[in-house]
């Protein structure tokens, strides 16, 4: 999955990703680390600058490419949890960085042979 997320739903994720990170180095298993209570638990917690219809947002956004699974009431985020695929993504973001910058070094200044 190669969704191109808008600058905040990457915040979002990053930012939830990290929060997974220290809750596995703190002996929270997988399963419950990967689990947030509603958007506005989040903002408060780990958001605060974030307004909350904008995080509200970028939590559907996230659902619908795929790097969360949300429950809703009343159109607002109330259970977040972390994919699989968000995990995974974030695992190999700064890989898949060097990569791109490799791949566009090699494209501005080619090996002469």
């Known amino acids: 999955m190669n969704a191109v997320l808008s600058r905040e739903a990457n915040k979002v994720l990053s930012e939830l990703y ?34 909350l219809e904008d995080l509200d947002e970028c939590c559907r956004e996230l659902h619908r490419n795929g790097y969360m699974n949300n429950l809703y009431a009343e159109d607002t985020v109330v259970e977040i949890q972390l994919t699989d695929n968000a995990i995974v993504l974030m695992e190999n973001k700064l890989k898949n960085a060097i990569i791109n910058t490799i791949n566009i070094i090699s494209k501005i200044n080619p090996l002469k042979g």
């Open 18 to 51: 990290d929060v997974y990170k220290a809750r596995l180095n703190n002996n929270i298993s997988r399963s419950n680390a990967m689990y947030f209570k509603s958007s506005e638990d989040v903002q408060k917690d780990y958001l605060p600058d974030m307004n």
